[in-house]
């Protein structure tokens, strides 16, 4: 018989932030599969956690995943994480998911911390009906048409961005949007967490006098 693989949700920040199924997962399985071994191994230290790990990233996922289905194949238990929160969710895990399915390997989701969840949750946006996008493009024009459709849309839009791009994201949105009400949530759940509801001139102005660090869910 394969064995099974379990999508396991790890803390976003707080690493206090993790349920006892997942951790009790993560001692039990043969195989820990990681974003990057480097930043897992904090956690795995924190929880006394021996289980061994191998890398699985964007660059090396095609190779990964006939590894990982081989092991599986071979009746191994394996545990994908990212580096935070629910694995498959704007990172490589949707690979080896997709292809655990295609080949009758059972998946098994250990549910946790999602940084978009938390920040929606926070916001003061409309929750029944919202469109996740992630990171858009980092093509100017691009992104601009992408969020001239969520506009269009008119769900709640919660994006993903990063402190070196965060002002030219809203900048895009106060040209397509106009100066609408936000909420930036940064660093959720760690010790410089930050929740801004504002105006997006207000957030150009306070980003752009004081250099944005961390990284970013935007809520419009």
């Known amino acids: 018989m394969p064995g099974t693989l379990y999508i396991v949700s790890t803390p976003i920040g707080n690493l206090e932030d993790i349920t006892l199924r997942a951790i009790d997962t993560l001692k039990k399985v ?40 081989k092991a599986l194949g071979d ?13 498959g969710i ?21 549910p946790g911390a999602s940084a978009l969840l938390t920040a929606l949750s926070i916001s003061g946006k409309p929750t029944d009906k919202f ?15 992408q ?22 994201l809203l900048e895009d949105i106060l040209e397509i949007y106009g ?14 967490e930050e929740v801004r509801r504002e105006k997006v001139t207000a957030s150009i102005a306070h980003f752009s006098a004081k250099k944005p660090q961390g990284e970013f869910t935007v809520i419009i």
Do not use: M, W
């Open 147 to 168: 969020l001239q459709k969520l506009r269009d849309e008119g769900r709640t839009a919660v994006l993903y961005e990063s402190p070196h791009r965060i002002l030219k």
């Open 179 to 192: 100066d609408v009400d936000l909420a930036l949530v940064r660093e959720a759940t760690k010790k410089f």
């Open 30 to 69: 043969d195989l820990i599969a990681a974003e990057d071994t480097r930043h897992t191994k904090i956690l795995l230290d924190r929880y006394d956690i021996k289980t061994p790990t191998t890398s699985y990233f964007e660059y090396n996922k095609v190779r990964k995943t006939e590894y990982l289905l």
């Open 75 to 87: 009746g191994k238990s394996v545990a994908l994480v990212s580096d935070a929160g629910t694995p």
């Open 90 to 110: 704007s990172d490589p895990g949707y690979k080896i998911i997709r292809a655990c399915i295609d080949n009758n390997v059972a998946v098994v989701p250990i």
């Open 131 to 145: 469109a996740f996008e992630g990171f858009l493009s980092n093509k100017s024009a691009r992104r601009r048409r």
